[in-house]
């Protein structure tokens, strides 16, 4: 009988400071419960004494080492696009790529960030008031967040950053991508949280190294529904705040686990198994 060799996937993650990702455990785990044998490499610009502009270099190395894919985070999610032979319509519309595909010679762009904020969203928050919501951050992961909110049916959604201008830039190309929606820039939050129904938070506040609260404590009402993208920690200060006033709550895991669900099954062509993944992300993080 012909002994079958089982070949090693490859994929990686590039970014910069990148070393307390837990996207390659995610992967492995969920590879090794399939019975694959892979391997998913963290490629740390920082580690490398690299900048950026060694982002095509990288590209040109995955591809000669035969990876399947590679999936891509800060600062390279915009600058990777020009280097891409096609794009998903998300990734298209987000302008960011988070999952880049090598297949045949071609790079395939997908944005998988979106998806994993609206099925965790859509799972933890599955009975939430949708008529209105204030998003905090129009940054990259609120690009994301703000699209998946709008793809899921939300009909009004205030946008606010500290940076009006890229509020209003966001707002605007969402209106154009969901015309049917009210998509507005606001530097007033507490007007805008009187009248909403739910706050996404869409910032680094919160996080371990960027501790504190995004917004003031006494806007959120016990009516409010409360989703945060911070994964590091799980239980941030405003999550912590929003319980104790009673407010409905979703953590940051969900979006981190179901980014990687998506990437797993176009880097492997197999469906992967959310709840396993999720237990798995859950002792990790526990």
């Not at 899921?152 to 946008?159: A, D, E, S």
């Not at 990687?260 to 062509?269: D, K, N, P, S, Y």
Request: charged content about 20%.
């Amino acid at each position: 009988m012909a002994e079958t060799l089982l070949k090693t996937l490859k994929a990686g993650l590039i970014g910069s400071g990148i070393q307390a990702s837990l996207t390659p455990a995610m992967h492995m785990h969920e590879g090794a419960a399939q019975g694959l044998a892979y391997d998913y490499q963290l490629i740390d610009l920082a580690q490398l004494g690299l900048t950026p502009d060694g982002l095509p270099g990288l590209l040109e190395r995955a591809e000669a080492e035969g990876f399947a894919g590679l999936n891509i985070t800060h600062p390279c999610k915009q600058l990777v696009i020009a280097h891409l032979d096609e794009l998903s319509d998300e990734a298209r519309a987000l302008g960011a790529v988070n999952t880049v595909v090598l297949k045949d010679g071609r790079r395939y762009g997908h944005n998988t960030d979106w998806w994993g904020f609206a099925e965790s969203f859509r799972r933890g928050l599955p009975d939430a008031d949708l008529f209105s919501a204030v998003q905090l951050g129009a940054g990259g992961a609120g690009v994301a967040t703000a699209y998946a909110i709008l793809t899921l049916g939300m009909k009004h959604l205030t946008v606010v950053d500290r940076e009006l201008e890229r509020a209003e830039q966001l707002a605007e190309s969402m209106s154009g991508l969901f015309p049917e929606a009210s998509v507005h820039a606001s530097s007033d939050i507490a007007a805008a949280m009187a009248k909403a129904a739910g706050i996404i938070h869409a910032t680094p506040t919160g996080m371990a190294k960027y501790p504190g609260l995004p917004m003031p404590a006494e806007l959120l009402r016990p009516e409010h529904w409360v989703a945060e993208i911070v994964y590091f920690p799980l239980e941030t200060e405003l999550l912590r705040i929003a319980r104790q006033k009673g407010c409905r709550t979703l953590n940051g895991g969900g979006m981190a686990v179901f980014q990687a669900v998506g990437a797993f099954r176009l880097f492997t062509g197999r469906e992967p198994d959310a709840q396993r993944m999720m237990r798995h992300f859950q002792t990790m993080t526990g």
